[in-house]
């Protein structure tokens, strides 16, 4: 059956650029997560989505980034006015509810900004 | 808060045992994972523990639980070339269900 999917697979874009990145989870997973690695920073949270409920944005480094969920399916994470440091590889996970062990990746979205 | 440490890197000839070690802090996480990321891929599920066990075994892999000491290890046995990659240590929160990962470990198998 079909994984988790990212689009797009790689964007290089230019500082002070927005970009928008997007995760097709699993279908009929409740829970969504957006994490990312960076060379710096290692494996990091961002931001998570369960059903209806508002999102835990506990994770989110700055007022720059903000996700949303439509429809309780795919998910899309903006990042506004890019800088340097935001370079890294955006991973999207889902799992069936937050209670399940496994929460299947996605392949990311690398982001160069330049 | 939460914290996942792993030591950063491990060589290894082809053939040996390889252990990889990792501490965490969150004594109320319910499951820990060892992710695999080989070079320019996404993070492969390999094993995981619920915290209720103390060990785990399959195939050539073992996962050593220590609750006490919030200890976690992976060892791969008969370790191969195809081995090589970053292994990642995760904690799962018990509120959110969001994976706290450790730095990741390097396992270099050399021939």
């Known amino acids: 059956g079909a994984g988790v999917s990212q689009s797009p697979s790689n964007k290089v874009t230019e500082k002070g650029k927005d970009v928008e990145l997007r995760c097709d989870p699993i279908s009929g997973h409740t829970a969504l997560y957006w994490y990312r690695q960076s060379l710096g920073q290692g494996l990091e949270f961002l931001i998570y989505f369960q059903g209806n409920s508002a999102p835990d944005k506990s994770g989110l480094p700055s007022d720059r980034f903000s996700a949303e969920r439509t429809g309780g399916s795919v998910s899309t994470l903006t990042i506004q006015r890019t800088q340097q440091e935001d370079s890294a590889v955006y991973l999207c996970?889902?799992?069936?509810?937050?209670?399940?062990?496994?929460?299947?990746f996605g392949p990311g979205t690398r982001l160069t900004v330049t | 808060g939460e914290d996942v440490e792993q030591s950063l890197f491990l060589s290894v000839r082809e053939g040996d045992s390889s252990v990889i070690n990792c501490t965490y802090t969150?004594?109320?996480?319910?499951?820990l994972y060892w992710y695999k990321q080989e070079p320019g891929a996404g993070l492969q599920l390999l094993t995981y523990i619920f915290s209720n066990m103390d060990m785990k075994q399959d195939q050539r892999l073992t996962v050593l639980l220590n609750k006490k000491d919030k200890h976690l290890s992976l060892r791969i046995a008969d370790t191969q070339t195809g081995d090589s990659a970053i292994y990642f240590c995760?904690?799962?929160?018990?509120?959110?269900?969001?994976?706290?990962f450790g730095q990741g470990t390097t396992l270099q198998v050399k021939p």
């Open positions: 969150d004594s109320s996480s319910t499951y």
């Open positions: 995760a904690e799962k929160d018990s509120n959110t269900g969001k994976l706290i």
């Open positions: 996970a889902s799992s069936s509810t937050r209670d399940r062990y496994e929460q299947y």
